[in-house]
């Protein structure tokens, strides 16, 4: 069964200071690795998508990484409207775009 | 990307009824999909629905229970039956414009309480 590990569940920063948040993974053959936004009443929304480790994406402030069994969102000096709950989801091959969503981690930035 | 909305946007039912959902998307998507996100839990996926076929269901989730229609390739309905306060929950639709490009676009959620 493919699961998502996500950690901290909860982070605290102040405007300008960098973090990375961790998304562990267990799937049986990575097709996709997903990370969303999603702020409190809305919808996910799409970050990235990477494919095979190695792989690194790059979106103004963030920077996701990939290796065989984990991904990093690197937050550089973030700022409050960073502020929301960051969703990691696989997608493993031959499962037709299912997605296996974790927990989310819950990000806010404070002046 | 695509833009998704969703009717209604919250609901307040009564133990017993049902309430159906429905989902837009400006343009065409081969799949689509609904997930439930429990309060402080992440998207679990209910369904997968195609165009012209029955919709395939995660395990834990019946059609009896959650039935789905996908009339065409922009618009889908989840209805949640006879409901009861477990069922309170966020409902999202998501589309995926072609599959194997690996964006799922996410709606803004149904949220919905039984009492």
């Known amino acids: 069964e493919d699961q998502v590990t996500q950690s901290p569940e909860a982070l605290r920063l102040q405007e300008g200071e960098s973090s990375s948040l961790n998304c562990s993974y267990t799937?049986?053959?990575?097709?996709?690795l997903f990370w969303y936004r999603q702020d409190p009443g809305k919808g996910p929304e799409f970050l990235f998508t990477?494919?095979?480790a190695g792989e690194e994406k790059e979106k103004e402030r963030l920077k996701a990484t990939l290796t065989k069994k984990e991904s990093f969102l690197h937050i550089t000096a973030p700022k409050p409207e960073d502020s929301a709950t960051y969703l990691c989801?696989?997608?493993?091959?031959?499962?037709?775009?299912?997605?296996?969503f974790g927990t989310g981690t819950r990000l806010q930035v404070t002046l | 990307s695509a833009v998704i909305s969703q009717k209604p946007s919250r609901d307040i039912c009564q133990r017993g009824t049902s309430l159906t959902i429905q989902c837009q998307v400006d343009?065409?998507?081969?799949?689509m999909f609904w997930y439930r996100q429990q309060p402080g839990q992440s998207l679990t996926l209910i369904a997968t629905?195609?165009?012209?076929?029955?919709?395939?269901?995660e395990s834990g989730f019946v059609i009896d229970k959650f039935p789905i229609s996908r009339p065409n390739l922009t618009f889908s309905t989840l209805t949640v039956s006879n409901m009861s306060p477990e069922d309170s929950s966020i409902y999202l639709c998501?589309?995926?414009?072609?599959?194997?490009?690996?964006?799922?676009?996410f709606g803004p959620g149904t949220r919905l309480t039984v009492l």
């Open positions: 799937v049986s053959g990575l097709r996709g």
């Open positions: 343009s065409q998507v081969t799949m």
């Open positions: 998501s589309g995926d414009l072609t599959p194997g490009v690996n964006e799922q676009f």
């Open positions: 629905a195609n165009q012209g076929s029955e919709a395939t269901y």
């Open positions: 990477l494919y095979s």
């Open positions: 989801a696989v997608q493993a091959s031959g499962t037709a775009s299912k997605l296996t």
